[in-house]
């Protein structure tokens, strides 16, 4: 079974930082642009980050830019969410994506996705 399994997630202060990780199972993601997505209760589900399959082009949403960080370590099929300077309206349950299409400028969900990890920003 192809799984994106995400990690990381928890309760952390205003201002905290929380790294959550993206693993795939039943086939490789080596190769393909990951990106990250959130979903705020009663909101729909909104793009975070997008990172191509080297690693050359990467996309933040702008609410995110210069807090978050996408990384991926190719060689452990990983993808990774740095997320600092947390604010409550970061709040949201995060999911994984695969395979989307990434420019500069945006990134567009591909069809693999993980089951969402829940973050949540209070005091």
């Known amino acids: 079974q192809v799984q994106l399994v995400e990690s990381g997630g928890g309760l952390v202060q205003p201002g905290g930082s929380l790294r959550l990780s993206c693993a795939a199972s039943?086939?490789?993601?080596?190769?393909?642009?990951k990106g990250w997505f959130r979903q705020a209760p009663g909101k729909e589900r909104e793009v975070v980050a997008g990172i191509s399959w080297s690693g050359n082009t990467t996309y933040y949403t702008e609410s995110v830019k210069g807090r978050f960080t996408i990384s991926r370590d190719n060689a452990k099929d990983t993808v990774y969410l740095q997320m600092n300077s947390l604010k409550p309206e970061d709040t949201a349950v995060y999911y994984c994506?695969?395979?989307?299409?990434?420019?500069?400028?945006?990134?567009?969900?591909?069809?693999?996705w993980g089951q969402g990890t829940q973050v949540t920003v209070s005091a």
């Open positions: 994506n695969a395979i989307g299409s990434i420019t500069g400028s945006s990134y567009n969900p591909g069809k693999y």
């Open positions: 039943g086939r490789t993601f080596r190769n393909v642009n």
